[in-house]
């Protein structure tokens, strides 16, 4: 394995027996990630932005250097684009909220795919709903695919905007997200990318892509738990309002009425998750640092390993649609609920994740109540993939 990836997460030290397939749903933490957030509770804590001795003005300086550094690993034209938020969740919230509510009104549509997380759902469900809007859904063409195409048919004037995922955390399908956002340009219709399953592991030019935001989770790429960002191109940087208001995020405050700064110093009402977003960083250099091409090849190859491998298990029905490089492989075991499929699984310290995936919608369509997912990422090996083929067709044999 490069690098001795697997070796920079001390879970697995702890863990040995852990085949650890769930990275979809959250990464494993990396080593420098936990020695920076202990650190910073050792020996430098403080609140950032407020105050003006040693320790709180070397917290804001470590704090705004992870914007910094995030800036650069997007390839954002600035560190004003990126503003921190606790997740994926609140980054789409934000915008769907901040932004996106007070310019939509009745007769007005947004756009989202059938393979989104109900991350990237919901939040467009409800202001549709409270707004009087539409909410159109992008299918998949006969071959699986989101297409220019069909989205081109599927706007019009009164598109306000579409939100569409890199990759599906169910079917692991990576969505040609360039080129949809050159149909939104063309339409002067601001596109949103949920980056959460690929900001790891695929690199994202936000610039160059024409994105106008960006969302992402820091636990999906190696961080800690409640850290996310928000990008937002120039053209809008302006007009995102805040969900939360209060200390940290104001210009001017009287009896009469208040102002607040522009985005991305807006979002951070009370204190942030300065920890976090330290961790946040290290997790930002290590991924800076590492071949992230072969990181990908990695993962596709394992994901390849399995596909192949279950090949002549006629009982292992794989979804279809699925790009290997996205690490991503659903499948279901005929017969046997994905949820006890799992718990076997889970006897032979094999963890996946069974169930809807957040994707109802997308189960729906394919007429599925629920799958079984194995997710790899660069600490995963190949006997891990031969460990999790051997347990299914014990189980097969077991349940027969």
């Known amino acids: 394995m490069e690098d001795n990836w697997r070796g920079r997460f001390p879970i697995f030290q702890r863990h040995p027996e852990l085949v650890y397939l769930d990275s979809a749903a959250t990464a494993q933490r990396l080593d420098t990630v936990i020695d920076t957030m202990h650190e910073f509770s050792l020996s430098g804590n403080a609140n950032v932005h407020r105050g003006i001795y040693n320790l709180s003005n070397k ?96 706007i019009d004037n009164q598109t306000k905007l579409v939100a569409i995922n890199h990759i599906s955390n169910t079917l692991g399908r990576i969505n040609p997200v360039e080129e949809l956002a050159v149909t939104c340009r063309q339409h002067g219709i601001p596109i949103l990318i949920d980056a959460a399953q690929s900001a790891g592991l695929h690199a994202l030019d936000v610039e160059q892509s024409g994105f106008d935001f960006v969302a992402f989770s820091g636990h999906k790429l190696f961080g800690p738990m409640g850290t996310g960002v928000l990008y937002v191109s120039d053209q809008y940087r302006q007009e995102v309002q805040p969900l939360l208001v209060g200390g940290g995020m104001i210009k001017y405050v009287d009896i009469k009425g208040s102002s607040y700064r522009e985005f991305p110093y807006n ?122 083929i051997e347990s299914l067709k014990n189980l097969i044999a077991f349940w027969k």
């Open 59 to 154: 917290a804001t300086d470590q704090y705004e250097q992870v914007r910094e550094k995030v800036a650069r690993f997007i390839k954002a034209k600035s560190p004003e684009n990126i503003g921190f938020t606790k997740g994926t969740t609140e980054s789409i919230n934000v915008v769907a909220r901040g932004y996106l509510e007070p310019r939509l009104n009745a007769g007005d549509n947004v756009v989202v795919s059938i393979l989104e997380h109900h991350a990237n759902f919901l939040p467009w469900q409800e202001v549709c709903k409270a707004r009087g809007a539409e909410l159109r859904i992008l299918p998949m063409n006969e071959n699986g695919r989101l297409s220019a195409e069909t989205l081109e048919s599927l």
């Open 267 to 388: 979002l951070e009402a009370g204190t942030p998750n300065v920890p976090g977003v330290l961790g946040l960083g290290a997790a930002v250099d290590f991924l800076m640092e590492i071949d992230r091409d072969a990181a990908v090849k990695h993962v596709k190859a394992l994901a390849e390993r399995l596909v192949s491998g279950v090949a002549t298990i006629s009982e292992v029905e794989l979804l279809p649609y699925y790009d290997l490089e996205s690490g991503i492989v659903s499948f279901n075991v005929k017969d046997i609920h994905p949820h006890d499929v799992a718990g076997y699984l889970n006897r032979d310290q094999i963890a996946v994740r069974a169930g809807m995936h957040c994707t109802q919608p997308l189960l729906d369509h394919l007429d599925l109540t629920a799958t079984v997912r194995a997710s790899f990422s660069i600490y995963n090996e190949a006997s891990e993939v031969d460990r999790l």
